[in-house]
């Protein structure tokens, strides 16, 4: 993505830069993290891969084969690391602006992940769900999403969110629009709407709200991604551009988590000081 360009989401990848598909040594473990500290949902902005291409004097199309390779890194290492759900912004309702030339290297590519690794997540137990809008999609499209949902059905390892087509906006305007629909219908009493319903309605529905969401390049921003399902999540914030994602760059964002008191609107340790003031009382 070009540096003076709006940053929305992630580099589209160019058609080209699946060549290979994962590797065969990728594995995932057979049960997830126990730890506290390990966030249940992570939810990344890839973003960079233009300009890591630039600042190496290559070709645009190597910095989004090196952005594929960081992608299924962080699968990899993210299900290693115990984390259960994996939320990647691929491709915003937004880019559908860029030059024809970079959204037909998406689509293709596209076509190419459900050729090349969708055998492979499916043998890790790899869950893939899309979400985003798929009214306005080409047929030929929305048979690759529903296939890749489909071939991966079964998976439990990991619950991998691709974010296509997708825009927080235009999901909470859908969801507002399907409960007001219910409700002009006579099947929803306007007053039962909750928070929780709310969500009901969402792409994300079933989905934890994201515990912690990485964007990388130095963009400081969530630029349409989970408006409503981050209102808790822990934000980092990184200088590394996608490509360069890597396993160490996951571990400071995790150890950057796991720093944090997560209050959730509350007081902070308030568990503790009731220990202590019990104690206290006892003494």
């Given at each position: 993505?070009p540096?003076?360009?709006p ?15 994962m ?5 995932l ?47 990899r ?20 602006k ?15 992940f459900?050729?090349?690794?969708l ?13 985003g ?24 390892k990991?619950f ?77 914030f990184t200088?590394?551009?996608w490509?360069?994602?890597d ?8 150890d ?28």
């Amino acid at each position: 993505m070009p540096a003076s360009a709006p940053c929305t989401t992630m580099n589209p990848v160019s058609a080209a830069a699946l060549v290979q598909p994962m590797d065969d040594n990728f594995t995932l473990p057979q049960e997830g993290g126990a730890d506290h500290h390990v966030p249940t949902h992570i939810g990344i902005i890839m973003d960079g891969n233009g300009r890591w291409a630039e600042r190496q004097g290559l070709p645009r199309r190597e910095g989004h084969r090196r952005g594929v390779e960081a992608l299924r890194s962080a699968v990899r290492n993210v299900g290693e690391r115990g984390v259960k759900h994996l939320t990647l912004f691929a491709f915003s309702s937004e880019n559908w602006k860029r030059p024809p030339a970079e959204v037909r290297d998406l689509l293709m590519l596209l076509r190419l992940f459900v050729e090349r690794d969708l055998s492979e997540l499916k043998s890790n137990g790899v869950k893939v769900r899309v979400i985003g809008e798929r009214a306005s999609l080409s047929p030929d499209i929305r048979k690759l999403l529903e296939r890749a949902e489909t071939v991966t059905r079964f998976g439990d390892k990991l619950f991998l969110n691709i974010a296509f087509n997708y825009g927080a906006r235009d999901e909470i305007v859908r969801a507002a629009r399907k409960l007001a629909e219910n409700a002009a219908a006579g099947t929803l009493d306007p007053a039962s709407i909750t928070p929780e319903l709310f969500a009901t309605a969402l792409d994300t529905a079933g989905i934890p709200d994201p515990d912690l969401i990485i964007r990388t390049s130095g963009e400081m921003r969530l630029s349409n991604f989970l408006l409503w399902q981050a209102a808790y999540a822990e934000f980092v914030f990184t200088e590394t551009l996608w490509p360069d994602f890597d396993t160490a760059t996951l571990d400071q964002a995790l150890d950057s988590f796991r720093s944090r008191d997560r209050r959730f609107g509350g007081r902070a340790h308030a568990h503790q000081a009731d220990q202590l003031v019990v104690k206290a009382a006892a003494g």
